[in-house]
T-cell receptor, first 111, second 112 residues
Framework: DADVTQTPRNRITKTGKRIMLECSQT?????MYWYRQDPGLGLRLIYY???????NKGEISDGYSVSRQAQAKFSLSLESAIPNQTALYFC??????????FGQGTRLTVV | QKEVEQDPGPLSVPEGAIVSLNCTYS??????FMWYRQYSRKGPELLMY????GNKEDGRFTAQVDKSSKYISLFIRDSQPSDSATYLC????????????FGKGTLLTVNP
């Protein structure tokens, strides 16, 4: 089983719909992150969390919200999806030292 | 100016070639430098990690950091078709709690 699991792997949704992307990890890490990846723009940080009670905005948090339900679970929500939120979304975890572990990604298309 | 600049390529080389991938950065607070490799339809995986300046070698891979020039490099010797992937540089500063700033990634294809 993967250490960082994202669901769903692919999703097509309509403009204006609410959608949640879920992430769970078995690494036992406190730190969890949500990134989006766009062609030509690389990976950009949306939100990050250092423990269940700690949530922080990244560089592109507008239009997104997150919930840290447990140490192992970190979900990303799009309250009202818009087409420019079409992207590849990655969840990652780290122990704060040298390495971040990424999930397989969720490909989201907003039509 | 973006904090981290990376030529997106694409870069195509024959098998056995030496590959040089580079990033420049503007934030002098960066102390931790990483190279991630991302295969198609996969998440990035850490390939090399370097703290502060200097070189680090791991098999066919060498990472170099020149903090005076704010320039990092990844060299791949004897490149193989299995090295075909997107290579992302990433950096973080002390006290940032491992908030990574990524380059855009360079798409590398090694042709047999």
């Amino acid at each position: 089983d993967a250490d960082v699991t994202q669901t769903p792997r692919n999703r097509i949704t309509k403009t204006g719909k609410r959608i949640m992307l879920e992430c769970s990890q078995t690494k036992g890490h406190d730190r969890m992150y949500w990134y989006r990846q766009d062609p030509g723009l690389g990976l950009r940080l949306i939100y990050y969390s250092f423990d269940v009670k700690d949530i922080n905005k990244g560089e592109i948090s507008d239009g997104y919200s997150v919930s840290r339900q447990a140490q192992a679970k970190f979900s990303l929500s799009l309250e009202s999806a818009i087409p420019n939120q079409t992207a590849l979304y990655f969840c990652a975890t780290s122990d704060g030292n040298t390495e971040a572990f990424f999930g397989q990604g969720t490909r989201l298309t907003v039509v | 100016q973006k904090e981290v600049e990376q030529d997106p390529g694409p870069l195509s080389v024959p098998e056995g070639a030496i590959v040089s991938l580079n990033c420049t950065y503007s934030n002098s607070a960066f102390q931790y430098f990483m190279w991630y490799r991302q295969y198609s339809r996969k998440g990035p995986e850490l390939l090399m990690y370097t703290y502060s300046s200097g070189n680090k070698e791991d098999g066919r891979f060498t990472a170099q950091v020149d903090k005076s020039s704010k320039y990092i490099s990844l060299f791949i010797r004897d490149s193989q078709p299995s090295d075909s992937a997107t290579y992302l540089c990433a950096m973080s500063a002390p006290g940032s709690n491992y908030k990574l700033t990524f380059g855009k990634g360079t798409l590398l294809t090694v042709n047999p």
